[in-house]
Nanobody, 128 residues
Framework: VQLLVSAGGLVHPGGSLRLSCPAS????????LYWLRHAPGQALVWLSC????????YYADSVDGRFTISRDNAKNTLYLQMNSLKPEDTALYYC??????????????????????WGQGTQVTVSS
């Protein structure tokens, strides 16, 4: 399983950024997929997940209404559109697969062991 997150970057508060996560090594269209983030000194945070068909998505309260998860099963790629970014969104962002079944109902705490695979992470910094 390989999950590669596109480059993040530096964004001004209120700005937008789109992350992509091309995947390989598994049957992409069979799996729910997830976005996570991890800021230094803080706990791992589940942000969002999307079902295998791409027609149901779920979000953490902290990003609901600002972030949009999507997927293209033909391209084996997961996306995260991030709008209205805030300094507190600064973190390493990861895509992941094979998440715990109960993660939407019980999103905290979340651990790396709740996921079968994850990518290398990309830095997103929101600062003026």
């Amino acid at each position: 399983v390989q999950l590669l997150v596109s480059a993040g970057g530096l964004v001004h508060p209120g700005g937008s950024l789109r992350l992509s996560c091309p995947a390989s090594g598994f049957t992409f269209s069979n799996y729910w997929l997830y976005w996570l983030r991890h800021a230094p000194g803080q706990a791992l945070v589940w942000l969002s997940c999307i079902n295998s068909g791409g027609d149901s998505a779920y979000y953490a309260d902290s990003v609901d209404g600002r972030f949009t998860i999507s997927r293209d099963n033909a391209k084996n790629t997961l996306y995260l559109q991030m709008n209205s970014l805030k300094p507190e969104d600064t973190a390493l962002y990861y895509c992941a697969s094979e998440g715990r079944d109960t993660i939407v109902l019980h999103p905290t705490p979340v651990e790396w062991s709740d996921f079968g695979s994850w990518g290398q992470g990309t830095q997103v910094t929101v600062s003026s």
